[in-house]
């Protein structure tokens, strides 16, 4: 079973519609990240979570909100999405205790705003 | 400004050669560094990562770290086909809790 799981895995959306994708893990790391990946921009972070009661935003969270329900789930809203924010969406996690910052991924949704 | 840097690609090299991937960053402070395969429309796999200076080897994967020049680079022996994919370099900013990801290399492995 995949350690980090996302959903939906593939959602069209029309601009204007409010949508939410879901990241669950089974790491047990406290840590959470919300990414999107653009073709030729690499990845950028959106928001990211420490903890459940710690949400901070990352370099691009204009558009976006999450929200932290439990140390394992972490959910990113867009709340009017926008042609612009269609991209592939991924979230992460790592293990803050272990002082690395390593991140593992989940598989991604693809979003397509039209 | 990028504040990690790769060149882009692709980068093609024979099956069975060694490919060389390079990665500069900008942050002095940064301590840790990770390597993520990424295959077309498929997720960042960790392959690699190195928080001192010199090489760390797992496999047919070796990683060297030179802090003072700032320079990080991903060494794959023998090359495979399915080894074909997207490297992309990360390295943790100065607080730790945030990575920066560089673009990415493709890489192509001919058979």
């Known amino acids: 079973d995949a350690d980090v799981t996302q959903t939906p895995r593939n959602r069209i959306t029309k601009t204007g519609k409010r949508i939410m994708l879901e990241c669950s893990q089974t790491k047990g790391h406290d840590r959470m990240y919300w990414y999107r990946q653009d073709p030729g921009l690499g990845l950028r972070l959106i928001y990211y979570?420490?903890?459940?009661?710690?949400?901070n935003k990352g370099e691009i969270s204009d558009g976006y909100s999450v929200s932290r329900q439990a140390q394992a789930k972490f959910s990113l809203s867009l709340e009017s999405a926008i042609p612009n924010q269609t991209a592939l969406y991924f979230c992460a996690t790592s293990d803050g205790a272990a002082g690395r910052n390593e991140q593992y991924f989940g598989p991604g949704t693809r979003l397509t705003v039209t | 400004q990028k504040e990690v840097e790769q060149n882009s690609g692709p980068l093609s090299v024979p099956e069975g050669a060694i490919a060389s991937l390079n990665c500069t960053y900008s942050d002095r402070v940064s301590q840790s560094f990770f390597w993520y395969r990424q295959y077309s429309g498929k997720s960042p796999e960790l392959i690699m990562s190195?928080?001192?200076?010199g090489d760390k080897e797992d496999g047919r994967f070796t990683a060297q770290l030179n802090k003072a020049s700032q320079y990080v680079s991903l060494l794959i022996r023998d090359s495979q086909p399915s080894d074909s994919a997207t490297y992309l370099c990360a390295a943790n900013n100065n607080a730790g809790n945030m990575l920066t990801f560089g673009g990415g290399t493709r890489l192509m492995v001919k058979p």
């Open positions: 979570s420490f903890d459940v009661k710690d949400i």
């Open positions: 190195i928080y001192s200076n």
